[in-house]
């Protein structure tokens, strides 16, 4: 009995291990592109089922609506992608505005220092 239950409690746990393992893409510009690819594949797919029974015109249309669907998902992709650089410039920018107000804090004190006097009181002590 107790190794039916091991052995039921290890096959379950490998049962569930490949549905642990997959996690959710957290990258939406490569999702967007990626159902841009398949949008397309799939429009050229139904164009040329329609091309193979002579259907020109049908062909013609399944192509730029594929085309056209496309070209939506790859444009969402680049504005995902635009804004993680945007962000990320962001925060670049905000880090070196800090250190550019902290150093001309510190040059702006030494001037008023050496201005005021204290300067000359520091080095004659």
Known sequence: MKKFIVSSILGLSLAALPVLA?????????DEYDKSGKKMKKGAKEAGT????????????EIGKAT??????????????????????EDVVEKSAHETKKGAK???????DAVDGKDEQKTSK
Do not use: C, L, Y
Not at 22 to 30: F, G, I, R, V, W
């Open 106 to 112: 510190k040059v702006g004190n030494t001037v008023k």
């Open 22 to 30: 997959q996690q959710p893409s957290t990258d939406k510009a490569a």
């Open 68 to 89: 056209g669907s496309s070209a939506k998902h790859a444009a969402k992709g680049t504005v995902e992608g635009a804004k993680v650089v945007g962000d990320k410039t």
């Open 50 to 61: 329609a091309m193979k029974h002579g259907e020109v015109v049908a062909s013609g249309k």
